[in-house]
Nanobody, 115 residues
């Protein structure tokens, strides 16, 4: 069994910051990429950022320069630092953890950007 658990969402004002965390645990031998997607109300799920085991990162154009993904391999944890938040960043943020044969997802954490 593999568990993927996110934390760190919440309500923040425009221009504010949040840090999301995600821990993968269980049978995670061969863990490679971890990362974040999001789904805003009425929209499709979209990539936010991913990071490979070796540290290679990928970002959506909409978050480049504002969000930073990082990971601690010893803790099987990935982080997403969200800065300069905008109302359009409001979404449920889902963490994924990639094993050789399957991608596992967390339950999601709500990020709301509003004044």
């Amino acid at each position: 069994q593999v568990q993927v658990v996110e934390s760190g969402g919440g309500l923040v004002q425009p221009g504010g910051s949040l840090r999301l965390s995600c821990v993968a645990s269980g049978s995670i031998f061969g863990l490679d990429a971890m990362g974040w997607y999001r789904r805003a109300p009425g929209k499709e799920r979209e990539l936010v950022a991913t990071i490979r085991n070796g540290g290679i990162t990928t970002y959506a154009d909409s978050v480049k320069g504002r969000f930073t993904i990082s990971r601690d391999n010893a803790k099987n944890t990935v982080y997403l630092q969200l800065n300069s938040l905008k109302p359009e960043d409001t979404a449920v943020y889902y963490c994924h953890a990639d094993l050789p044969l399957k991608r596992y997802w967390g339950q999601g954490t709500q990020v709301t950007v509003s004044s």
